[in-house]
């Protein structure tokens, strides 16, 4: 219950001139280990989509986790990872977030 002969001790933040906060890329992927691995996929797949039929090479390419590090994947595990274009990147990564949304709890 608020007493009505104190005010509040800290005034309103005006958060109309408030900046966000600066994104910060996630430490994992700039660690030396990762770009080593990621180097090694690129390198092993010859710059070549892995999903099945695919063989796509592009100017932007992912070096995917096949089970997603939020679903407990090995985040250093060669055989965990492989190279995706653009398209199957984006079609992986919907379809395990409607995967992890559709269970009981979900996110
Ligand atoms: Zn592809």
């Keep these: 219950m608020a007493l009505p002969t104190l005010r509040p001790r800290i005034g309103m933040a005006d958060l109309r001139t408030a900046a966000l906060p600066p994104k910060v890329a996630e430490p994992f992927y700039s660690s030396a ?8 996929v690129r390198c092993e797949a010859n710059g070549r989509c892995q ?3 695919c063989g796509r090479t592009e100017r932007r390419m992912y070096v995917d986790h096949i089970v997603e590090l939020k679903d407990g994947g090995a985040p250093l595990d060669r055989s965990n990872v492989w190279l995706l274009c653009a398209s199957h990147h984006t079609a992986k990564t919907a379809s395990e977030r409607a995967r992890r949304t559709a269970r009981p709890g979900g996110l």
């Excluded at 280990?33 to 090694?40: P, Q, S, T």
């Design 33 to 40: 280990e990762w770009i080593a691995l990621r180097d090694r």
């Design 51 to 53: 999903a099945q039929g």
